[in-house]
């Protein structure tokens, strides 16, 4: 493991390992895929991975005006990874599908014509993608690991490629860049290399959102328990067990977090096609600002008459349309 400009530098199994160790109070539910187009491999030149993960933190923050790198992980077409954004805070990568997920971006351009994928490259993006989905037990479908292509970039809308989208992560990507493409390239590749996931060991009592700034992570459930990781305002936790004012947040390990805190969410899934998003509680909060998908969970942030809000924004939908 190397150092530079914030980043770490990991092979595969190195990231394996890391993986494993990392502490993370955010809820992860989904995978994103995609391609850097520019920087591509013309780029690379086998030992300049933390330049041009700099020179991407610098076109995110100081062009586009982010917080941060827009990523998580950068995969390097020699097989190595380099971190990006924290795991605590959601990515910039998908318009309208940021909260809950993990971005990868695969460095080089995999549009038909473009870079040819290297075979350690290969190798690392379904390595890195197998030990997300084990670290945050997330199952391997088309549903949770995602491309960018599938997303409307103008209403962050689900629609499996049509509308408004980019070919990210590229019309070869894994021989393509639709959802059967996946299903019948990538996921399989993914599922062998996840295995069995483990048992979890304690269920799951509910889920809660931060309602601080930043809440402090200890690994004891009293105020002097070190404080291990902070995770900020909006992360939706998992709760697993309740000891007094301590809610314990982790299935696997000592990390808990003052009740006081946290406030309980409501889960649901959508059972309609398409369900319009609102800027408000009700229709007459009109043009809809987005929509969400048949099948995709939301969470409950508050409700007002029949609908329920499903962000810490005002992002709000009817009830009728959500199964609890
Ligand atoms: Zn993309």
């Known amino acids: 493991m190397e150092n530079k400009f914030g980043f770490t530098l990991l092979s595969v199994a190195e990231f394996e390992n890391w993986i494993t160790e990392q502490n993370v109070a955010r809820t992860v539910l989904n995978i994103q ?17 933390f330049e041009l993960q700099k020179g991407m933190q610098d076109f995110h923050t100081v062009v586009n005006g982010w917080q941060d790198i827009g990523q998580h992980f950068s995969i390097f077409p020699d097989g190595k990874i380099v971190t990006g954004r924290g795991l605590e805070i959601s990515p910039a990568c998908i318009y309208g599908f940021n909260n809950e997920s993990i971005c990868i971006e695969n460095v080089g ?35 949770r690991i995602v491309y960018h ?27 393509g860049n639709k959802v059967k493409d996946a299903e019948q390239n990538f996921l399989p590749l ?15 009592l509910y889920y809660a959102y931060v309602k601080v700034k930043w809440l402090p992570v200890r690994r004891k459930p009293f105020f002097l328990g070190k404080k291990i990781n902070e995770t900020p305002f909006g992360s939706v936790l998992r709760i697993y067990e309740e000891k007094g004012k301590w809610r314990r947040i982790s299935a ?11 406030k309980k969410l409501k889960r649901g899934t959508v059972n309609t096609d398409e369900l ?3 800027s408000g509680p009700g229709i007459q909060f009109n043009p ?3 929509v969400v998908r048949k099948g995709q969970e939301i969470f409950v942030f508050a409700e007002s008459g029949n609908w329920v809000k499903i962000g810490i924004d005002e992002r709000w939908v009817s009830a009728k349309f959500v199964d609890f």
């Open 190 to 204: 993914v599922q062998k290399a996840v295995g069995n996931m483990d048992q979890v060991p304690l269920p799951l």
């Open 149 to 175: 292509h599938w997303f409307d970039l103008n209403t962050g809308a689900r629609t499996n490629g049509s509308g408004v989208t980019k070919t990210c992560p590229g019309t070869h990507f894994f021989g």
């Open 109 to 143: 351009n995999f549009d038909n014509g473009g870079d040819t994928m290297t075979p350690e490259q290969r190798d690392a993006i379904v390595r890195v993608t197998a030990a997300l989905c084990r670290r945050f037990r997330v199952p391997v479908n088309s549903s």
């Open 288 to 290: 809809p600002i987005g």
């Open 252 to 262: 696997t390990k000592d990390e808990w977090v003052n009740a006081g805190k946290i």
């Open 276 to 278: 319009n998003v609102r």
């Open 33 to 49: 895929e995609h391609h850097t187009w520019s920087p591509n491999y013309t780029h690379f030149k086998g030992n300049n991975h």
